[in-house]
């Protein structure tokens, strides 16, 4: 079992040492419905230059934008309905292509949102057992994990964590900061035309 993180801690990824290729950040969660509603969250990453801006509209990779232009990050597919064990959504990052000469990645920031949140009135305090999990391809040892815990009942989107490079080494932070501002409101701090 990896790290447990709270929010705010950053670990190095690979502390044994070991070289570190490829990665799955796993994102899951349990939402309760509402009325005849389900709710619907989305995993997205953000993939960020200098400043924590995003290198380009293109960087930013959700259920309608499944990849990177160089592929580094790759998102799985959108589960709409949350059901099932395990991690409800998954993004792959190639930490090699994101280190390739001349990448201007700093860090890969991790978002989950609801759905269509505004028109179902729905917000993050109808989903319970967050989490965001990071596991090393080649062994599939889980390196680190976050369990949020929030009162986030005005929220409707959330940064759950981030990858980022710091003297050539690959670290995770635990972020859990929440937006009422929903998807929009993040991909618009973080330099993203979303109109």
């Known amino acids: ?116 949140a505004e028109t179902r009135g729905q917000n993050f305090g109808q989903v319970d057992d967050a989490y965001i999990r990071v596991v090393d391809n080649l062994t599939g040892r889980e390196m680190c994990r976050y369990e949020l815990s929030y009162d986030a009942a005005g929220e409707t989107a959330m940064v759950f964590g981030a990858l980022y490079r710091r003297g050539g080494e690959w670290k995770f932070r635990a972020v859990g900061q929440g937006y009422a501002s929903g998807l929009a409101g993040i991909a618009t701090d973080y330099g993203v035309d979303v109109g």
Not at 46 to 52: D, H, K, R, S, T
Not at 85 to 114: C, K, M, N, W
Request: charged content about 25%.
């Open 1 to 116: 079992m990896g790290v447990s993180l709270t929010k705010g801690q950053n670990v190095v990824l690979n502390q044994d040492g070991t070289p570190l290729a490829d990665v799955t950040v796993g994102l899951g969660w349990d939402a309760r419905p509402v009325g005849d509603r389900d709710v619907d969250l989305d995993a997205s990453a953000i993939i960020c230059g200098p400043g924590q801006k995003a290198v380009s509209d293109r960087h930013f990779i959700f259920y309608n934008n499944l990849a990177s232009p160089d592929g580094a990050v790759r998102h799985t597919g959108d589960n709409t309905t949350g059901d099932g064990e395990g991690d409800d959504e998954q993004i792959l990052v190639d930490l090699d292509r994101l280190d390739a000469p001349g990448a201007e990645v700093e860090q890969v920031v991790f978002t989950v949102s609801l759905h269509d």
